[in-house]
């Protein structure tokens, strides 16, 4: 196994383990949304708390779907070869921003330069700071 095999076997290693997280937090907010339907009686105060608990988890389950769907875009990257090189110019993106973004796309200069283009962050997913 070359340096560069087992860099990216450490990588596949760190986004399935994330993957396997996301997916259990994916079960349980289904069941806790599941659990909140029942929550729809009683007075307006509960009904805008259960309400506001609805949103919330419906958000943070979005971002958990944006961040699972990169994170297996990186591992069928890792199988075909192309891990770790940017989508937009090609050239190695930093082992650095993969530790912290294991599954960034670009390099760090393209990633800001499609930024200023579109004037907004590319994905949601990938601002949200990395976490055991």
């Not at 199988?79 to 082992?95: F, H, L, P, V």
């Amino acid at each position: 196994m070359t340096k560069k095999e087992s860099k990216h076997s450490q990588q596949k290693k760190i986004l399935l383990a994330r993957r396997q997280s996301l997916m259990e937090k994916l079960v349980h907010n289904k069941e806790t949304a599941d659990d909140m339907s029942d929550l729809t009686r009683g007075d307006d105060l509960d009904q805008a708390v259960a309400t506001r608990d609805r949103e919330m988890n419906y958000m943070l389950t979005n971002r958990e779907r944006l961040e699972l769907k990169a994170i297996e875009a990186a591992l069928e990257r890792i199988e075909n070869g192309t891990y770790g090189k940017c989508e937009e110019c090609g050239e190695e993106i930093e082992q650095k921003r993969l530790e912290i973004l294991p599954f960034a796309r670009y390099c760090r200069d393209c990633q800001t330069e499609i930024e200023n283009r579109s004037g907004r962050k590319e994905n949601p997913a990938e601002l949200k700071k990395w976490r055991y």
